[in-house]
């Protein structure tokens, strides 16, 4: 399912994007201490959109990102998230419990909420 959000959606061209207080996760790998980014984003343009993959890696809470495209004016968006109920969730013979599912477009505020331990593309247009 992650091969076929990026494949069909993301975008040719990668763009450069900033960002500041990105929240994190602390936990323990192999005894040591440990501290990651609990979102990963990647900003996708092309024919006129943009496509944002981001990984929210909390395996407990909602991540909510704020964009800012400087370059365009960006009036709507949607949303195709891949998760399942929870984090023990998987797919197999006789058992199918992580899909995508995708939103309606709805109006772009600026800020869109991931939900826990997702996948996501977010298209902009």
Do not use: M
Not at 13 to 26: A, F, R, T, Y
Not at 30 to 39: F, P
Not at 97 to 112: D, H, M, P, R
């Amino acid at each position: 399912y992650v091969f076929d959000l990026y494949a069909n959606l993301l975008k040719e061209n990668v763009l450069n994007i900033w960002s500041e207080d990105v929240p994190k996760l602390c936990g323990t790998d192999r005894g040591a201490r440990k501290t990651v980014d609990a979102v990963d984003i990647v900003v996708t343009y092309g024919e006129g959109c943009y496509a944002i993959a981001a990984v929210n890696k909390d395996p407990e809470k909602a991540q909510t990102i704020d964009l800012s495209i400087v370059e365009d004016e960006v009036s709507e968006y949607r949303i195709h998230t891949l998760n399942g109920p929870s984090v023990d969730s998987y797919n197999d013979i006789g058992r199918d419990e992580v899909g995508i599912k995708t939103g309606e477009w709805q109006n772009f505020t600026g800020s869109i909420s991931l939900e826990a331990h997702s996948v996501n593309v977010i298209e902009l247009r």
